[in-house]
């Protein structure tokens, strides 16, 4: 089983749907917890850091749930702009890794 | 400039060589790391760096080796390639906190006949 798990997708949602990622890992003492967007093989950016008690930033937000050992990304209102493919990163001690990625693609 | 800097962007060698990926920091982070990324495998950890004197394997260390010259500077090598080394390769750096999240470079797309 690999330490970080998402739906690898695609997700094919038309402009304006909202969509959620789901990650799962199985180390659960794993620290802290990112979403990665990555655009066409380019380096991945940080789209935003992962708290115990949730976040938002904007039209995205996510949780963290560690009883049951994943985390979430919700996109709302999505825009054409956020087709990419979005990246789940777990902190292991200063070991980050990374899940295989879910690719998103926003039609008009 | 770019704070994370690696080099070269594009490589092809052949089978067997020897070769060496490059990077290069601006940032001041005292970690460093190496991922490689495969169609439908994400990154996969090959070698990570807490301090010039603290070097760890990742996910797929073998076949690699590293370097960390200096807090700046942390080389990955490929002692003999082999086409299943082809793929994009990314170094990263973050600060030493926990929170900390990764600063990528541009990545080198290495190609091994």
């Known amino acids: 089983r690999k330490e970080v798990e998402q739906d690898p997708g695609p997700f094919n949602v038309p402009e304006g749907a909202t969509v959620a990622f789901n990650c799962t890992y199985s180390?659960?003492?794993?620290?802290?917890f990112f979403w990665y967007r990555q655009d066409c093989r380019k380096e991945p950016k940080l789209l935003m850091s992962?708290?115990?008690s949730g976040n938002e930033d904007g039209r995205f937000t996510a949780q963290l749930n560690r009883a049951s050992q994943y985390i979430s990304l919700l996109i709302r209102d999505s825009k054409l702009s956020d087709s990419a493919t979005y990246l789940c990163v777990v902190n292991q001690g200063g070991k980050l890794i990374f899940g295989q990625g879910t690719e998103l693609s926003v039609k008009p | 400039d770019a704070d994370v800097t690696q080099t070269p962007r594009n490589r092809i060698t052949k089978t067997g060589k020897r070769i060496m990926l490059e990077c290069s920091q601006t940032k001041g982070h005292d970690r460093m790391y190496w991922y490689r990324q495969d169609p439908g495998l994400g990154l996969r950890l090959i070698y990570y760096s807490f301090d010039v004197k603290d070097i760890n394997k990742g996910e797929i260390s073998d076949g690699y080796s590293v370097s960390r010259q200096a807090q700046a500077k942390f080389s990955l090598s490929l002692e003999s390639a082999i086409p299943n080394q082809t793929a994009l390769y990314f170094c990263a750096t973050s600060d030493s906190g926990g929170e900390s999240p990764l600063h990528f470079g541009n990545g080198t797309r290495l190609t091994v006949t």
């Open positions: 992962v708290y115990s």
């Open positions: 180390n659960s003492a794993s620290q802290s």
